[in-house]
DNA sequence: ATCATGAATATCACTATTTGATACTAGTGA
DNA sequence: TCACTAGTATCAAATAGTGATATTCATGAT
């Protein structure tokens, strides 16, 4: 067993959460072999935390196969935490609004450690399934908007970050010069935008500015996705980044 | 200690859950001694439950007033769900379709127990915030979504759910009168759609219908909410009825 | 400044609770 | 029918969690 010497870490709690995490993406109904696989954990104790999370209404099993599945409990613990977080209930009707006025994706991103995730999500038609849903966790230097709100930071923070942090290849074009990224996350500091295109999906480009404190730090990013296909990366510039630039300051204005 | 009797039971990861559990729409932040008060735990075991969550990234801490909030695991966990449910990817872009063609808010809502929950919202600016975020449950009975899900029911289930469901005055108009919802349940199930105002909201008018299996059970509930100062409820049936029926026969079909 | 109050954090002996090995049962397909 | 895999149940051993209490820290009043 795993023991960080902790005398108020509680393991078995730990534990339970593991099995939580067991679900992603990829592992959407987990048999409780599956469980064992992923988590490391005896299967005794897969039993007990997968029946206790069952109980409590954090688990769905599916009475034929036996699998779990996640519960619409992980659904209310997404509400509690857009109310827990000042910046959404402002973020939102901005967002809204460059929606309709727009009819073009957008997004409001967070940093989370070395990821950004995306907390507010208004989808249009052409987005697919994983850019429409929120929650998703994406490597920070791989995105336009992990970078921009970096650039807020301290040179210390930037250099640490370009040198450290992770970055993913998602497309055959995903910038993986840590060099290049650096130069990148300077421009943005300049200009208060990021643009960047096949990073994540290849014919999408990608602009995100920050929405900004009177600390000047970035609380957070609002991001537009546009077909590169539609736009060539001066058209997006032109047509898009003042309304951008308003929607984020309208934020915290 | 509360002891179900169950020898799989884990009471440890229970009372983790339940710290997790605690935080809310209104209990947006809590200090070790609220999450005394909230969860009847001892304090030393919400110390320790609570340390744990915080280096396990589920819970976020202050460091100044050492107040705990929810984390973006919390959104990642939504992420994870989304992805189980298959109904969820079906049902996104037809409800973008509509979204984008009538311009006002419209909702994926599925039975969770003797309640609704949201669980995909495209809202428009007149959306307020409580209506804009997925994961908020309503009970059943007061949403017209609710009522047409629970219609596809049998005819005992139908009656006990009338009898037996949860009930909540939202508003001084909120119909709380048992004969007159299984009335509202019956013309729903003639309709194939339930439609209702000031229920949740003053001044709003709900209009809902189901998304139906092979099995002609209801697998989840596509809503519209419309201002009831711009139209009257004739006028949503003419306006949205037919698009909204075809939103939900698309999910499935 | 000083004290009083309330909250957060740390400690510790006890034992109830969790553990993990194993045995049992049900389901699946050869 | 048998072999195999996956899920379920049991139980003795001891570890990991408990809860009472002590200590430290923060805040605001006098």
């Given at each position: 067993?795993e023991?960080?010497?902790d005398?108020l ?7 339970g959460l ?15 072999t599956?469980l064992?696989?992923?988590?490391g954990l005896?299967?005794?104790?897969v ?18 196969t ?25 973020a939102?009707?901005?967002?809204i ?10 997004n409001?991103?967070q ?21 429409s ?16 709100m ?22 055959r ?24 295109r ?19 730090q ?22 898009f ?10 934020i915290?204005?």
């Amino acid at each position: 067993m795993e023991k960080k010497y902790d005398s108020l870490y509680v393991s078995t709690l730990a534990r339970g959460l593991q099995i939580l995490r067991a679900f992603d993406e990829s592992h959407i109904s987990l048999s409780l072999t599956d469980l064992v696989a992923r988590t490391g954990l005896e299967k005794s104790a897969v039993q007990r935390m997968a029946h206790t999370l069952h109980l409590e209404g954090m688990l769905e099993r599916d009475p034929k196969t036996r699998h779990f599945r996640p519960s619409h409990a992980w659904l209310e613990l997404a509400y509690a935490y857009y109310w827990s977080d000042p910046i959404i209930a402002r973020a939102l009707p901005k967002l809204i609004e460059f929606s309709q006025a727009k009819g073009e994706t957008i997004n409001l991103a967070q940093i989370s450690g070395d990821h950004i995730i995306y907390s507010l999500r208004l989808p249009n038609q052409r987005t697919h399934f994983a850019a429409s849903i929120v929650g998703r966790r994406l490597p920070a230097l791989n995105t336009a908007a992990g970078r921009v709100m970096l650039s807020t930071r301290s040179d210390a923070e930037i250099a640490y970050a370009c040198a450290n942090w992770p970055l993913v290849q998602a497309t055959r074009k995903t910038l993986m010069d840590r060099d290049e990224i650096a130069r990148s996350v300077r421009s943005a500091r300049e200009d208060g935008y990021c643009i960047a295109r096949d990073q994540m999906l290849l014919n999408e480009i990608s602009l995100a500015t920050t929405v900004t404190g009177t600390d000047g730090q970035a609380h957070a990013a609002v991001q537009i996705s546009l077909s590169g296909i539609t736009f060539d990366e001066k058209q997006v510039l032109e047509k898009f980044l003042p309304t951008l630039l308003d929607t984020a300051a309208g934020i915290l204005g």
